[in-house]
């Protein structure tokens, strides 16, 4: 989970995304699956798929495609459920803090259904 000062284009958060994933896991993403506000990203080292898009799939893509969709639920709900907009923290700082709040409250809660 990672807060966003002001409300910046998706295309244009793609490639700090992805470094963060290679900071985490010590890996660059070879692929990236993401939806149609990403059009316009600009990354170059990772092949990035965006739904909706037809043409070169293989099944095994579509397929992934289909998995990516599934997730987006789970965006909503956990949008719903920490009222991200709702924050009481003050600045910059405090939407930074309470982004990583409502994830790990999210985690823990997929925890304890497990």
């Not at 579509?62 to 789970?74: D, H, I, W």
């Amino acid at each position: 989970m990672r807060a966003m000062p002001g409300n910046p284009y998706n295309g244009h958060r793609l490639a700090g995304a992805l470094e963060q994933v290679e900071i985490l896991t010590d890996r660059r993403p070879s692929l990236a699956l993401v939806n149609r506000g990403y059009r316009g990203h600009g990354v170059e080292t990772t092949r990035v798929l965006i739904s909706g898009t037809r043409r070169g799939l293989t099944p095994t893509l579509a397929k992934l495609l289909c998995r990516r969709s599934a997730t987006e639920p789970e965006i909503g709900q956990l949008k719903t459920d920490a009222r991200p907009a709702r924050c009481a923290l003050k600045g910059t700082i405090g939407d930074a803090i309470f982004a990583v709040l409502c994830a790990c409250g999210h985690n823990i809660r997929k925890m304890s259904y497990d």
